[in-house]
């Protein structure tokens, strides 16, 4: 069991940079794929980025990549998620999510716990 906690979020203006941190519990944090989705008012939940358990291969959504870094502090059982050149298209709930399987999977149903999620709204 895994129960994870989203931080960080906020207003911002468009341009500006934003980092998100989901700490989870549990001892087998590290073994773990971690991933962060966004969901948009009337949007179905959209995959944002992941993140292997080791910390060394991550995997980015074509419409943040080069925008967003993923990154893991297993020894804090904690997921970032920095987000710079923010854009109005990138308010939404952020969410992070874990996946005991191998491999980082970009469907919401591939996940088996899901934090509660945080607001990010970047005005324009």
């Known amino acids: 069991q895994v129960q994870l906690v989203e931080s960080g979020g906020g207003l911002v203006q468009a341009g500006g940079s934003l980092r998100l941190s989901c700490a989870a519990s549990?001892?087998?944090?590290?073994?773990?794929?971690m991933a962060w989705f966004r969901q948009a008012p009337g949007k179905e939940r959209e995959f944002v980025g992941g993140?292997?358990?080791?910390?060394?291969?991550?995997y980015y959504a074509d419409s943040v990549k080069g925008r967003i870094t993923i990154s893991r502090d297993n020894a804090k059982n904690t997921v970032y998620l920095q987000m710079n050149s923010l854009k109005a298209e990138d308010t939404a709930v952020y969410y992070c999510?874990?996946?005991?399987?191998?491999?980082?999977?970009?469907?919401?149903?591939?996940?088996?716990?899901w934090g509660q999620g945080t607001q990010v709204t970047v005005s324009s």
């Open positions: 999510a874990a996946n005991s399987r191998i491999g980082v999977f970009t469907t919401p149903y591939d996940y088996d716990y």
């Open positions: 549990g001892r087998t944090f590290s073994r773990y794929t």
């Open positions: 993140i292997s358990w080791s910390g060394g291969n991550t």
